[in-house]
């Protein structure tokens, strides 16, 4: 095998959509602490079962796992930012009060998540602890549209759900643990057929309401619809009376329900939404409350985020166009050097051509030049 092949799902970032993505992490960025985020540098590689730990433990499959050589302790790679950032409020910041904090950088997975997928994501992500009410929900949910706006996406659609809804009517359907495993596959592939065997021995209310989610999906008549169905359980009243308030707080973008949605049931523990621009082929970004995160780190605390692979948000977004760059030639006069440290110093970018190469096309297209005229180093266009 060729020295250069590299693994499958594994790949070079070459100059044009590099400059792309770091523009688009700066952006990110900016907005994240435009909003009072802190931004935190979890390592990549730490200690097993600090890693997989509570909630983490979904990701024990897409970790690659490895041994420490000072130790002999089994080592990973981080597969997802969040539990790391759990683990930092809960142990090194340790605020009685409201924290906010941002992260950006790679995560690898064992597999890719979706055909054709990157297993080198580079994750971005907001975080608040601390609040339990829906402001902070309908924050971090802000922030999210604010971030993909800033990236020049298309139009945005937001999808929400609400695990509550489910767990409370798991938890009146007198099923075993294995059982409602299955009828969680059953609602997340909407097999209606499955439900309507899995579903047979729970109490007609919930077996009626555990098929029906299967339809909840669409517009706001969603709500409407499911306030007139399913049972009164103050789980459920909560959960959509959650859904009214914060579908009714957005602007900029068109709000949806798919009331069956469980991907990362397991982890969510209220509200969770899926972000998707015209023209993506999934979910740009994703979040929810996920109040039991810090548990396993002795500190449980309410949180609520949202994270995104900025190199999927990439090839979304607008390219954006190439700031031109002056040519210089290149030189030891000190009037020369001068002249281009100055030009560096004012932003420009200046490149220089080095002797035998005049020729050459270079990624910056430059549509200037500096050139000495009356004994002096001026900029002209090309």
Known sequence: MSAWVLPD?????????????????RDLLDMARCYGYELVMPPLLEHLESLLSGTGKALDLQTFKLVDQLSGRTMGLRADTTPQVARIDAHLLNRRGVTRLCYCGPVLHTLPA???????????????????????????????????????????????????????????????????????????????????????????????????????????????????????????????????????????????????????????????????????????????RYDEVGSVFGRKRPAVGFSLDVKVLAHAAQVRPLRAAIRAPWGEATALRAAIAGLRQQGETVVCVLPGHESEVDEFHCDRELVQAAGQWVVTAI
């Not at 759900?161 to 007198?174: M, N, T």
Request: hydrophobic share 45%.
């Open 114 to 288: 979706v055909p054709h997928a990157t297993r080198e994501p580079l994750q971005f992500g907001a975080e608040i602890y601390g609040h339990a009410g829906l402001e902070a929900d309908l924050e971090i949910l802000t922030l999210a549209l604010d971030s993909l706006k800033a990236s020049k996406v298309g139009s945005l659609t937001v999808d929400m759900a609400d695990a509550r809804i489910v767990s409370s009517l798991l938890a009146e359907s007198g099923l075993s643990s294995s059982q409602r495993a299955d009828v969680l596959a059953a609602l997340a592939s909407k097999d209606s057929s499955a439900l309507n065997e899995l579903t047979a021995a729970c109490p007609a209310p919930i077996s009626a309401a555990l098929k029906l989610l299967v339809t909840l999906y669409g517009g706001a008549g969603v709500l409407a619809q499911a306030r007139a169905a399913l049972p009164q359980l103050p789980g459920v009243l909560e959960a959509l009376d959650h859904l009214e308030w914060m579908a009714g707080h957005l602007d900029g973008a068109k709000v949806t329900f798919d009331l069956a949605d469980l991907r990362g049931y397991a982890y969510y523990t209220g509200m969770r939404f899926s972000v998707y621009a015209q023209g993506a082929s999934d979910a740009l970004a994703r979040g929810g």
């Open 9 to 25: 799902h594994i790949a070079d970032v070459l100059p044009s959509e590099a400059r792309h993505i770091e523009e688009i992490r």
